[in-house]
């Protein structure tokens, strides 16, 4: 198994500009999550999906984003990057009490 | 969700045990205490969690006070690859497992 993969690795913006992040799971999970994580701090949850159709926000969901139309794929869309947006976004699956975390990807925004 | 708190950081020396604290005196009882890692850069690794009864894994052992309202998570035999930031979490198990809230955490350094 894969486990969660994550692309890109790195991008970078500039303010305005609409991406999309990558992220997918090859263990059949159902629940899905997506974080950010800013110089010097603990993980912020984004969005989460608890199956295939089904999302809700999480702490910060302003300017994201998200879908889940299959099991495995859980993309994150910035709709118009701004530099406050600059972090290291962590996408997860989860299969009762553990999450599994991908490499993360390291966006700036310019 | 029950807030914790974590030293900032704490140093161990290789080969010895590495003893983590965490209080949570707000904890419910529905709530665990799940512990995850970071290590430099890379998405967090889940380690272990309990309810209320010690555990112990391949990777670490979760001691739980009575009263729940403090942990310590103990690495038996600390190494350079234990450095790590390490996370104390509180929070429902099952369906709610998914939707983590990480403090800061401790950052442990394992010293030569």
């Known amino acids: 198994n894969a486990g969660v993969t994550q692309t890109p690795k790195f991008q970078v913006l500039k303010t305005g500009q609409s991406m999309t992040l990558q992220c997918a799971q090859d263990?059949?999970?159902?629940?899905m999550s997506w974080y950010r994580q800013d110089p010097g701090m603990g993980l912020r949850l984004i969005h989460y999906s608890v199956g295939a159709g089904i999302t809700d926000q999480g702490e910060v969901p302003n300017g994201y984003n998200v879908s889940r139309s299959t099991t495995e794929d859980f993309p994150l869309r910035l709709l118009s990057a701004a530099p406050s947006q600059t972090s290291v976004y962590f996408c997860?699956?989860?299969?009762?009490?553990?999450?599994?975390f991908g490499p993360g990807t390291r966006l700036t925004v310019l | 969700d029950a807030k914790t708190t974590q030293p900032t950081s704490m140093d161990c020396a290789e080969g010895r045990a590495a003893n983590l604290p965490c209080n949570h005196s707000?904890?419910?009882?529905?709530?665990?205490v799940y512990w995850y890692r970071q290590i430099h850069s890379q998405g967090p690794q889940y380690i272990i969690h309990g309810l209320k009864n010690n555990e112990t894994n391949e990777m670490a052992s979760l001691i739980i006070t009575e009263d729940r309202k403090s942990s310590t998570l103990i690495l038996p035999h600390a190494t350079l690859r234990d450095t790590a930031v390490y996370y104390c979490?509180?929070?429902?198990?099952?369906?709610?497992?998914?939707?983590?809230?990480f403090g800061k955490g401790t950052k442990l350094s394992v010293i030569p």
């Open positions: 707000t904890i419910s009882g529905n709530e665990y």
């Open positions: 263990m059949n999970h159902e629940y």
């Open positions: 979490i509180v929070r429902v198990s099952g369906a709610g497992s998914y939707q983590l809230t």
């Open positions: 997860a699956s989860s299969y009762f009490y553990e999450q599994f």
